[in-house]
């Protein structure tokens, strides 16, 4: 599930491994998260941005945790606050407790323990007493991240969810496009208020799927906000009644084995820079003498032993926790080594070698809720084999493939309705389009729903009504049951006129595009292409440059099956004659490469002029404030932490791909 609740947390942990896994947990169930890595990065966020919750690490760099907690509280920021430290004495228990945080969790700590927590201290906050979110059938589950409505299964992406949750939360405010983007989106994602809308129009049609109609309504003007609970007139009642499950038996169903943070996965994918890790600290201790041990090494190793002690535990590894709590134990009491203390560090570090290298123990493996929508199986990740070395072409996806059908619906005048279809099929071929025409609204429901193919779009004549149609007609009706159905087909108006109010009404209706007279066929033919195409899934050609094969493979596995047209490139001197030949629509680099670095390749597209409009997204291990300079300095237009939590990527490269796509549509 990635990332993405309506409640934006603050993460601040400088152990770049657990501050991953703690991130890629939050997102699994609808979190937002943003990171910063010392005290003062952390501090400059928390009074910056408006957060529900902060998980704040206590040995930070710059400003440790509990001082930035009193700093917070001094000066009157009271967002809730779980502490999370190695320190377990009672003396440091009262100490952060005391400085103003709400919660104490001391690692390692399991994740399915640090949500709990969450809940709990976010149904505090708010004053609820219940943990499931509530509106008359309609219920959300934030331990299990389920909806449901009469016990039907509404399954929502990560921003319809966060959506829906935060107007259960907030049943009486009304939130502006701009409140909206705060809450749901991170803030290093930069989204126009066009995604709002997107998002929320999927969320309606979703919940419109199970049988509940409009919940939310637009305040014109103002935003959305969510219709008061008893107003249940617009609950369809052709859906049959389902026996909602009790909270007791869905959350034993939640924690059965078909709903589990696959902690093997998460640890499998953390593996390598781990043991990494773990080398360059035997390497350490191994390479030390009895005596003196060197001040550098001896705060390096000091430094890594604390945090591997806070993260590895929460993978089940508690051997390896006690392990390097004991190295960092010898450690700092002594900065003289014996041979007995030099030869204990060494039996430590195998030991904790040994235990990594047996894998995650599954009795331990915490569980948790995952994400259940569509999205998330999409997001099956695999790594290459050994035998895996070959970058393949890019593969060829299928475009829309036929002919795209416009239903013209005759009005009272049939007669300019027929005028209509034979100036339209005159310059239809051009635009690969092919019409038909029905005498009235009668046959337009047969052929909308009872037809085996549906059309693609209706074009609906009203030109022959002097005025505004009533809500009791037939066209009004039918645009209505267009709006309510599993798959809506869009419509299309040909209007004598149609005022500010009238547009609004249509809008409401789901209209997609009005014409008045004098209108141009050509015209509403690139209208009825417009609208087909932006619901079609993206063809985007993206170029990925990276010298880590195993990292291609994973991008190429999440963005294929979204139908992206993809090259993978690992030889960045290969650049020019791959864009020559690919002529890319996006392109992701990774910053640092063998030979050629990603800044190098940026701006030698940036001063082509055929390919300088391109949108540039940048890969990189590095989130200083001089490298992100350079990069945006260079021409990119977007920046991506590695390592690459894989549902930010595929939201970013949609994000761009839905620009893209409305740029053409509008050009």
Same mark, same amino acid.
């Given at each position: 599930m990635n990332g993405l609740r309506s409640m934006k947390f603050l993460l601040v942990e400088d152990d770049p491994a657990l501050a991953y896994a703690v991130e890629r947990t939050l997102a699994e169930s609808y979190y937002?998260?943003?990171?910063?890595?010392?005290?003062a990065i952390g501090y400059e966020m928390a009074t910056a941005f408006a957060y529900d919750c902060i998980l704040l690490d206590w040995?930070?760099?710059?400003?440790?945790?509990?001082?930035?907690?009193?700093?917070?509280?001094?000066?009157?920021?009271?967002?809730?606050?779980?502490?999370?430290? /190695?320190? =377990?004495?009672?003396? $440091?228990? &009262?100490?952060?407790? #005391?400085?103003?945080?709400?919660?104490?969790? *001391?690692?390692?700590?399991?994740?399915?323990?640090?949500?709990?927590?969450i809940r709990a201290l976010l149904r505090r906050s708010e004053g609820m007493a219940s943990p499931v979110l509530q509106w008359n059938d309609l219920r959300l589950d934030p331990s299990s991240s389920r909806v449901t409505y009469r016990g039907l299964r509404v399954a929502l992406t990560p921003k319809e969810h966060g959506l829906l949750e935060l107007f259960l939360r907030h049943?009486?405010?009304?939130? /502006?496009? =701009?409140?909206?983007? $705060?809450? &749901?989106?991170?803030? #290093?994602?930069?989204?126009?208020?066009?995604? *709002?809308?997107?998002?929320?129009?999927?969320?309606?049609?979703?919940?419109?799927?199970?049988?509940?109609?409009?919940?939310?309504?637009?305040?014109?003007?103002l935003g959305y906000r969510l219709k008061p609970a008893e107003a249940t007139s617009g609950v369809a009642t052709d859906i049959n009644e389902v026996k909602v499950e009790d909270t007791d038996s869905l959350k034993q169903r939640t924690l059965s084995g078909s709903?589990?943070?696959?902690?093997?996965?998460?640890?499998?994918?953390?593996?390598?820079?781990?043991?990494?890790?773990?080398?360059?600290?035997?390497?350490?201790?191994?390479?030390?003498?009895?005596?003196?041990?060197?001040?550098?090494a001896r705060e390096q190793v000091l430094r890594e032993a604390h945090t591997l002690a806070g993260s590895l535990g929460s993978f089940g590894f508690l051997a390896v926790t006690q392990h390097c709590r004991d190295v960092?134990?010898?450690?700092?009491?002594?900065?003289?080594?014996?041979?007995?203390?030099?030869?204990?560090?060494?039996?430590?570090?195998?030991?904790?070698?040994?235990?990594?290298?047996?894998?995650?123990?599954?009795?331990?493996?915490?569980?948790?809720?995952?994400?259940?929508?569509?999205?998330?199986?999409?997001?099956?990740?695999?790594?290459?084999?050994?035998?895996?070395?070959?970058?393949?072409?890019p593969l060829p996806v299928a475009s829309y493939g036929r002919s795209i059908q416009l239903l013209v619906v005759g009005g009272v005048d049939l007669l300019s309705a027929q005028t209509m279809k034979t100036a339209l099929g005159a310059i239809s071929s051009n635009h690969h389009i092919a019409i038909s025409l029905v005498e009235n609204v009668a046959q337009a429901r047969r052929a909308i729903f009872e037809a085996v193919a549906q059309p693609d779009v209706v074009l609906l004549d009203l030109s022959g009504f002097e005025t505004l149609l009533g809500e009791d007609s037939d066209e009004i009706g039918l645009m209505r049951e267009i709006a309510r159905s599993p798959h809506p087909v869009p419509v299309l108006l040909l209007a004598q006129g149609a005022s500010f109010a009238d547009r609004i009404r249509f809008s409401r209706l789901g209209v997609e595009g009005v014409f008045q007279q004098p209108w141009r066929p050509a015209e509403i033919l690139e209208t009825a292409?417009?609208?087909?195409?932006?619901?079609?899934?993206?063809?985007?050609?993206?170029?990925?440059?990276?010298?880590?094969?195993?990292?291609?493979?994973?991008?190429?596995?999440?963005?294929?099956?979204?139908?992206?047209?993809?090259?993978?490139?690992?030889?960045?001197?290969?650049?020019?004659?791959?864009?020559?030949?690919?002529?890319?629509?996006?392109?992701?680099?990774?910053?640092?490469?063998?030979?050629?670095?990603?800044?190098?390749?940026?701006?030698?597209?940036?001063?082509?002029?055929?390919?300088?409009q391109v949108p540039i997204i940048f890969m990189s291990v590095h989130t200083d404030a001089d490298t992100i300079q350079q990069v945006f300095s260079v021409g990119?237009?977007?920046?991506?932490?590695?390592?690459?939590?894989?549902?930010?990527?595929l939201a970013r490269v949609l994000g761009w791909s839905a620009r893209l796509r409305s740029r053409v549509g509008s050009g």
């Amino acid at each position: 599930m990635n990332g993405l609740r309506s409640m934006k947390f603050l993460l601040v942990e400088d152990d770049p491994a657990l501050a991953y896994a703690v991130e890629r947990t939050l997102a699994e169930s609808y979190y937002v998260s943003d990171l910063a890595t010392d005290g003062a990065i952390g501090y400059e966020m928390a009074t910056a941005f408006a957060y529900d919750c902060i998980l704040l690490d206590w040995a930070l760099p710059k400003l440790n945790g509990v001082a930035l907690c009193n700093q917070l509280r001094s000066e009157g920021n009271y967002t809730p606050i779980i502490l999370m430290t /190695s320190r =377990d004495a009672h003396a $440091d228990r &009262v100490a952060g407790l #005391d400085a103003g945080a709400d919660d104490y969790l *001391v690692k390692p700590f399991s994740f399915e323990e640090l949500l709990a927590r969450i809940r709990a201290l976010l149904r505090r906050s708010e004053g609820m007493a219940s943990p499931v979110l509530q509106w008359n059938d309609l219920r959300l589950d934030p331990s299990s991240s389920r909806v449901t409505y009469r016990g039907l299964r509404v399954a929502l992406t990560p921003k319809e969810h966060g959506l829906l949750e935060l107007f259960l939360r907030h049943p009486n405010r009304i939130f /502006s496009l =701009d409140n909206l983007l $705060d809450k &749901v989106w991170p803030f #290093d994602e930069s989204p126009g208020v066009g995604a *709002v809308r997107t998002h929320m129009r999927g969320l309606r049609q979703k919940l419109r799927d199970v049988g509940l109609l409009e919940i939310v309504e637009t305040v014109y003007g103002l935003g959305y906000r969510l219709k008061p609970a008893e107003a249940t007139s617009g609950v369809a009642t052709d859906i049959n009644e389902v026996k909602v499950e009790d909270t007791d038996s869905l959350k034993q169903r939640t924690l059965s084995g078909s709903s589990q943070l696959d902690m093997v996965a998460l640890w499998e994918s953390l593996k390598v820079s781990y043991t990494q890790r773990i080398r360059e600290l035997a390497n350490l201790i191994f390479n030390a003498q009895p005596g003196l041990f060197e001040a550098a090494a001896r705060e390096q190793v000091l430094r890594e032993a604390h945090t591997l002690a806070g993260s590895l535990g929460s993978f089940g590894f508690l051997a390896v926790t006690q392990h390097c709590r004991d190295v960092e134990h010898i450690l700092s009491a002594n900065a003289y080594l014996s041979v007995q203390q030099l030869d204990r560090l060494k039996s430590l570090v195998v030991s904790i070698q040994e235990a990594l290298a047996a894998g995650v123990p599954e009795a331990v493996v915490p569980k948790t809720a995952v994400f259940e929508t569509v999205v998330s199986e999409r997001l099956r990740l695999s790594l290459p084999t050994a035998s895996e070395n070959r970058i393949e072409p890019p593969l060829p996806v299928a475009s829309y493939g036929r002919s795209i059908q416009l239903l013209v619906v005759g009005g009272v005048d049939l007669l300019s309705a027929q005028t209509m279809k034979t100036a339209l099929g005159a310059i239809s071929s051009n635009h690969h389009i092919a019409i038909s025409l029905v005498e009235n609204v009668a046959q337009a429901r047969r052929a909308i729903f009872e037809a085996v193919a549906q059309p693609d779009v209706v074009l609906l004549d009203l030109s022959g009504f002097e005025t505004l149609l009533g809500e009791d007609s037939d066209e009004i009706g039918l645009m209505r049951e267009i709006a309510r159905s599993p798959h809506p087909v869009p419509v299309l108006l040909l209007a004598q006129g149609a005022s500010f109010a009238d547009r609004i009404r249509f809008s409401r209706l789901g209209v997609e595009g009005v014409f008045q007279q004098p209108w141009r066929p050509a015209e509403i033919l690139e209208t009825a292409e417009w609208v087909v195409q932006k619901q079609e899934p993206p063809i985007a050609k993206v170029l990925v440059v990276d010298d880590d094969l195993a990292l291609l493979k994973l991008i190429k596995n999440l963005l294929q099956p979204w139908g992206f047209r993809l090259a993978l490139l690992q030889d960045p001197l290969c650049f020019w004659q791959t864009i020559e030949q690919f002529s890319p629509d996006l392109v992701l680099l990774d910053v640092e490469m063998p030979q050629v670095s990603g800044l190098e390749l940026a701006q030698v597209l940036r001063s082509a002029p055929q390919w300088h409009q391109v949108p540039i997204i940048f890969m990189s291990v590095h989130t200083d404030a001089d490298t992100i300079q350079q990069v945006f300095s260079v021409g990119a237009d977007d920046y991506v932490r590695k390592p690459i939590v894989a549902p930010e990527l595929l939201a970013r490269v949609l994000g761009w791909s839905a620009r893209l796509r409305s740029r053409v549509g509008s050009g």
